[in-house]
C-alpha cells in the first residue's frame, strides 16, 4: 500500500471495499475537464486565474448549470441511462440537490 493509495481511500473510502488500480502517475497538469472535452491545451476551470479558461457567458463551474452547459457546448447530451453503452461516451455530474457542485 502507498501513500497515494492511502490518500485516495482517506477522500474516497469506497475504495477500501473494491479492487481499484492506480494507472498513472500523478500529473499536475492533468485536468479532467480539459480531458473530456477534448481540449488539452488549456487548463478548465472558473477560478478567475491566469492559465485557467472558463468559457464566456457559461454559468459558473460551481453550479450544475455551469457543468452541464460546458459539456452539452462540447457535444453531450443528459440522459437517464446509467448503464454502461459501449458506443456512448459518458460523464457522471454531482451535485447536492441544491445544485451545486458536490465534486466532478
Known amino acids: 500500500m502507498t ?10 473510502p469506497c475504495l477500501k471495499k473494491s479492487s481499484y488500480k492506480i494507472t498513472s502517475p500523478i500529473d ?4 479532467c475537464v480539459a ?4 481540449d488539452l491545451t488549456q487548463f478548465w476551470d472558473d477560478v478567475n486565474v491566469k492559465g485557467y479558461y472558463w468559457p464566456p457567458g457559461v454559468p ?6 455551469g457543468w452541464t452547459k ?3 457546448i462540447h457535444g453531450y447530451e443528459e440522459t437517464d441511462n446509467r ?3 459501449p458506443e456512448y461516451e459518458k460523464i457522471a455530474i454531482y451535485a447536492r440537490s441544491d445544485g451545486w ?4
Do not use: C, Q, W
Not at 480531458?35 to 477534448?38: E, I, L, M, Q, T
Not at 459558473?60 to 448549470?65: E, Q
Open 3 to 12: 501513500e497515494r493509495d492511502l490518500e485516495l481511500e482517506d477522500v474516497f
Open 28 to 31: 499536475p497538469r492533468y485536468n
Open 35 to 38: 480531458f473530456a472535452v477534448g
Open 60 to 65: 459558473r463551474a460551481d453550479t450544475l448549470i
Open 70 to 72: 460546458i459539456f452539452e
Open 83 to 85: 448503464g454502461l453503452e
Open 101 to 104: 457542485k458536490a465534486s466532478a
